[in-house]
């Protein structure tokens, strides 16, 4: 069993149907999840996108907002999303912190790699927020990279589809999974699985990367205890 992980969320995952802010029964489902590994006695850090408040990219589109702006405007999002995922965590019974990479004391901890791991070793869930906390990086590469620091044995980043695939399976009925691929595969051919900087810098760290989707329940469990049928692999 692969005794700490850290787990990505995208912030849409967060909005459900709405597609637009927070639906709580979804964070209720993540934190059921979460807690089945930490009763199982897995170390969880967590890393939430912020595209369910705001893109960066998207809001600097037109020109108007500076793309740094907009960044650190999505890392603000990120933040928002990490304060109801402790919320949520705590309500389970779990003891969880946040930690951001921009310092905003009131709300959570700065980002210190040995706290962090001091945290985990304590089996507190530690969510890190506010991206690498530098405009331009997306918040796969602060997954990528917060994997990295504290040491993990894997990366999931949990979707909406059961792996990895030569093309978007919502849009081509014909696509095809694609049970495992390499780093220099996923950059070649520019399978979508995280942009090309996290993929690079799991490639840098022999950091394995698992795509599955979060909607399939016990999933994560699954994975960690081996069982790798609904899930694709990077490595």
Known sequence: MDKRVLVKFSGEALAGDEGYGIDTKILDYIAEEIKELVDNGVQVGIVIGGGNIIRGVTAAADGIIKRTSGDYMGMLGTVINGIAMQEVLEHKGLKA????AIKME???????VRKAARHLEKNRVVIFSA???????????????????IGASLLIKATKVDGIYDKDPMKFDDAVKLDTITYDQALEDHIKVMDD???????????????????????????????TSKCSIVK
């Open 131 to 149: 991206g690498t906390g530098n405009p331009y990086f997306t918040t796969d590469t602060a997954a990528t990279l917060r994997a990295t620091e």
């Open 106 to 112: 009131q709300i959570a901890e700065p980002f210190i």
């Open 197 to 227: 900087t996290a993929i690079a810098l799991a490639k840098d760290n022999k950091l394995p990367i698992v795509v599955a989707n979060m909607n399939e329940k016990g999933n994560l469990l699954k994975i960690i205890n081996g069982d």
């Open 97 to 100: 912190r946040l930690q951001t």
